[in-house]
């Protein structure tokens, strides 16, 4: 056995046998454990305890991947028109043209300057990923209100966006809205 490496030992269970000479149910299926023996010098060491989720308070779990910060930011969702939830928002993409671009100029090269143009409520362009999206009608939609989008609209958003919900998947959402990439 080479050193530091720990060694196996092999424990069987006795058998037992009635005096029919048949073998007792205690050890049908003669069950083998492994354990460290008792010269290994690692014994205790080889215990591992996957990470948990740690509890933030209101029965809520955290999100592993993501590092909690000091101070926990917490999120304003505002109350949706009636007709402007998730699914209505799918069903919406799926009817209209959403995009408000000339399609033969799809997709679009778009300078920070041509995305400095459009930030109000009525032409809301946002960079996420290098990507561009005009989200003009998407911000009835938006769970946390429209106010926030157009806030940071005409810019890239995207650090924004991971620092509120790195698990949501943007390019699955506003796929619709897909303009053209930033350059």
């Known amino acids: 056995m080479a050193p530091g490496v720990p060694s196996i030992k092999i424990i069987e269970p006795k058998s037992s046998a009635d005096p029919d ?8 299926g003669k069950v083998k454990f492994a354990v460290p023996s008792k010269s290994s010098k690692r014994v205790g060491h080889m215990s591992f305890a996957p990470p948990l989720a740690v509890d933030r308070g209101q029965d809520r779990l955290a999100n592993p991947s993501v590092r909690a910060s000091p101070v926990e930011r917490r999120r304003k969702k505002v109350a949706l028109k009636p007709g402007h939830s998730a699914v209505d928002w799918e069903r919406s993409k799926k009817n209209e043209d959403v995009r408000k671009i000339d399609p033969s100029s799809f997709p679009m090269r778009i300078t920070k ?45 995207t650090m924004m966006f991971q620092r509120y919900h790195p698990w949501v998947s943007f390019e699955k959402i506003l796929d ?8």
Not at 21 to 28: A, M, P
Not at 130 to 135: A, D, L, P, R, S
């Open 21 to 28: 000479g048949e073998e007792s149910r205690d050890n049908f």
């Open 176 to 183: 619709a809205c897909f303009i053209g990439f930033l350059v």
């Open 113 to 157: 300057a041509q995305l400095k143009q459009h930030h109000s409520g009525k032409d809301c362009w946002i960079s996420l990923g290098g990507k561009v999206y005009n989200i003009t009608n998407y911000l009835d939609y938006h769970p946390g209100g429209r106010e926030i989008l157009v806030d940071n609209s005409g810019a890239d958003g």
